[in-house]
């Protein structure tokens, strides 16, 4: 199948976690690049989306 815009192959799912303070899960995402996103979640729908700043390659986006 086509791979979405939204989710290209260098993006990866890292984990899940409450980014927002919500009480609802949310995902964490992270570029090749090293660059990390969060999509916050209500559900099965995203509610908003966040670029975050790239910590460099060596560094890995973890929930924990």
Same mark, same amino acid.
């Given at each position: 199948? /086509? %791979? $979405? !815009?939204? *989710?290209?192959?260098?993006? +990866? *799912? %890292?984990?899940?976690?409450?980014?927002?303070?919500?009480?609802?899960?949310?995902? +964490? *995402?992270?570029?090749?690049?090293?660059? /990390?996103? &969060?999509?916050?979640?209500?559900?099965? $729908? &995203? !509610? #908003? !989306? #966040? !670029?975050?700043?790239?910590?460099? +390659? +060596?560094?890995? #986006?973890? #929930?924990?």
């Amino acid at each position: 199948p /086509p %791979r $979405s !815009t939204l *989710f290209p192959y260098t993006t +990866l *799912f %890292r984990s899940t976690g409450d980014y927002n303070g919500d009480g609802k899960s949310d995902i +964490l *995402f992270q570029k090749n690049d090293g660059t /990390p996103m &969060v999509w916050t979640m209500s559900g099965t $729908s &995203v !509610t #908003a !989306t #966040a !670029t975050l700043p790239n910590p460099g +390659l +060596l560094l890995h #986006a973890n #929930a924990g």
